[in-house]
């Protein structure tokens, strides 16, 4: 087909071509002026169609980050046993094929609009009728009280509650008939109001982690006595329902080069896009643990509280949940809306990344959370610390800039991870968008930009050119990075090191006429092509005013979100690169040990590693046996 110079072109040949009628030759020219007009507006309007789908498309993949459940559906149960009028909670049958009778407990009012199991006084009803129940008949390890899912907050867990004559543990271990699971076994972590610390009691009330969704496991429990005396082994079936999500109950895992073993515990997938509202948590062979069920979002971190947890449940609130599923606390945020991290500023308090609800600038404020009140205070809103570089320099995000999706929005320093350090009660914090690591100190009475590690050129001729700290070395600073984290003191007062996760990745969407020079990088501009990323460990000496790069290693390339961190044996590292969708375990040279691919919409947040101990499960027990 002809372009429109082309047409042009043809037009003017025909004006002054040989005998060509010169009070016919206007005519055609017009028409085809008028032809090469309507392909030139028919491409603009495809092309701003094409973009309005797309920001639509966009749009519409991010709100699920805000969305709150609002299905809770229980339609799946047995035969109604008996209903509970002080609590309004009905007992059932647990519709699955067990030789164990196992109970469900439905609240009055879980179809109605507004419910949510992220509720006290909805937890507390299931707690006062549970309790009403342990006291029916006496529990024994042969007779169990056991109860799917209590509070609602997970899909495969197995609530069990029983006495025994002497003080003993519990050990179990599940088992699947099928050569590709390999057991599971753990000692339990007993919940038990007063024996929690307690390694042997004669009550025992725990939840049962472990059993595979869609599966047939067959479990034994084992007690043993105070001198470790095997007293009674119980063995009973049960068919577990399939995940609440649909997610996958095995990833494909695929060994790597390093020798080493992989520590013990449970990965934890946290957030992965077209699955918010869960959490998911594999064994060292990928079989699908555990599936707690949130409102939406996903848990962005996992924050221990004396026997409980802390995670965001969803975009407007942060939760506290017990080792039974139980959330003993859930704290609205009000007007604010969570978007990538949590961390504990205090013994009772913790900081969050948040932004103000309806704002255009986005992903811009720290507040801080009093877990015993339930206070919110502002510590940092960015955009006024740094109201100079915004009104200067900043636009919102464009329709055709790189992240298109948020049109609309002044997502000028998009915060990703947060660190609180008490000696200067200071944060620190990473700023995808500007490629930089800032620190600010005196967040509680008068906040203060201390430092920066970045690209110095990024901020040479703002007001901020002088907070650079010196790079010691020739290496490639980091790009997008994320997942920055405190990683303990250095040789010299006043040094430490930050671990991050280095995207290798550059794009600015909120800042027109820069970009870094990149040559002799291998940093990339795609999306989804580049050569790496990069696990990075900078030793940082704020007396000297300098950085160095102490720690690298590459792992699978990841634009955007994605992570590392310890695990449970802190020399590995589990690192999560979300776009390529595949997480894994490290050793400490950098040498991949094991990695799993998982499914997810565009991106998998976070992945960490932990051993539960204390939550779960007991201090001395081992969550997955099989190596």
């Not at 549970?130 to 390890?141: C, I, P, Q, S």
């Not at 009280?145 to 003080?167: I, Q, R």
């Not at 859930?330 to 809306?337: N, P, Q, S, T």
């Not at 969570?338 to 009772?348: F, K, M, Q, R, V």
């Amino acid at each position: 087909m002809a372009t429109t110079d082309e047409r042009d072109k043809a037009a003017r040949g025909a004006e002054h071509a040989p005998n060509a009628p010169s009070e016919q030759a206007p005519r055609p020219r017009r028409r085809k002026r008028k032809i090469a007009l309507g392909v030139v507006c028919a491409v603009i309007a495809l092309a701003i169609v094409g973009v309005g789908i797309a920001v639509f498309v966009g749009r519409s993949f991010t709100a699920q980050e805000t969305a709150v459940r609002s299905d809770w559906d229980i339609s799946a149960t047995g035969e109604l046993i008996g209903h509970d009028d002080e609590f309004g909670v009905s007992l059932y049958t647990a519709d699955l094929a067990s030789n164990l009778i196992v109970g469900q407990l439905v609240p009055d009012g879980t179809d109605e609009e507004g419910f949510t199991y992220y509720d006290t006084a909805v937890q507390d009803r299931i707690a006062g009728t549970l309790d009403k129940v342990k006291e029916r008949v006496a529990w024994t390890a042969s007779n169990p009280l056991a109860v799917l899912n209590p509070y609602g907050t997970g899909s495969n867990g197995l609530y069990l509650y029983f006495e025994t004559d002497l003080d003993t543990r519990i050990d179990y271990t599940v088992h699947v008939d099928n050569p590709a699971i390999p057991d599971f076994s753990a000692t339990a972590q007993n919940c038990a109001e007063g024996c929690e610390d307690e390694k042997f009691s004669t009550v025992h009330e725990f939840q049962l982690i472990g059993l595979v969704p869609g599966k047939t496991n067959e479990v034994t429990l084992t007690v043993t006595g105070s001198f470790g005396i095997e007293r009674q082994v119980v063995t009973f079936s049960v068919t577990m329902p399939e995940t609440k999500s649909g997610y996958a109950t095995q990833l494909e895992g695929t060994e790597g080069s390093s020798t080493a073993q992989l520590s013990d515990g449970l990965f934890a997938a946290v957030r992965q896009n077209g699955y918010l509202g869960y959490g998911f948590f594999y064994d060292n062979h990928g079989i699908l643990r555990y599936e707690m069920v949130t409102e939406g979002l996903g848990l962005d971190r996992i924050l221990y509280y004396g026997d409980d947890i802390v995670v965001c449940s969803s975009a407007g609130g942060i939760a506290r949940v017990d080792g039974l599923g139980r959330a003993v606390a859930v704290y609205d945020l009000g007007e604010y809306a969570l978007h990538h991290d949590i961390n504990y500023s205090g013994e009772s308090t913790l900081v969050a990344l948040v932004e103000r609800e309806g704002a255009e600038a986005v992903e811009d404020v720290v507040i801080e959370l009093d877990l015993e009140t339930g206070a919110i205070t502002e510590l940092v809103d960015f955009t006024e610390l740094m109201a100079d570089y915004v009104e200067a320099y900043a636009h919102v995000i464009g329709p055709t800039d790189t992240f298109f999706w948020q049109a609309g929005e002044l997502d000028w320093i998009h915060l990703n991870t947060v660190e609180y350090l008490a000696e200067d009660d200071s944060l620190v914090v990473s700023s995808r968008e500007t490629s930089t690591i800032m620190k600010v100190s005196n967040v509680h009475a008068d906040p203060a930009l201390d430092y920066f590690i970045g690209d110095e050129e990024f901020w040479e001729g703002t007001p901020y050119e002088g907070l650079n700290l010196a790079q010691v070395g020739d290496f490639k600073l980091q790009y997008g990075q994320h997942s920055v984290e405190y990683d303990g003191e250095g040789p010299t007062e006043g040094s430490y090191y930050l671990l991050m996760y280095d995207n290798n990745y550059w794009a600015l969407s909120t800042r027109s006429g820069y970009s870094p020079d990149l040559s002799g990088t291998d940093a990339s501009t795609d999306l989804y092509n580049g050569t790496a990323s990069y696990v990075y460990r900078y030793l940082v000496d704020e007396k000297a005013g300098t950085f160095e790069l102490v720690t690298s290693f590459p792992v699978p390339y990841s634009s955007i979100v994605s992570n590392v961190a310890h695990a449970p044996e802190p020399t590995n590292y589990v690192v999560n690169s979300g776009i390529s969708h595949v997480f894994g375990e490290y050793d400490e040279s950098g040498a991949l040990i094991r990695e799993f691919s998982y499914d997810c919409q565009l991106q998998g947040y976070r992945v960490f590693k932990e051993s539960f101990e204390g939550f779960w499960f007991a201090a001395d027990g081992k969550e997955d046996a099989a190596k």
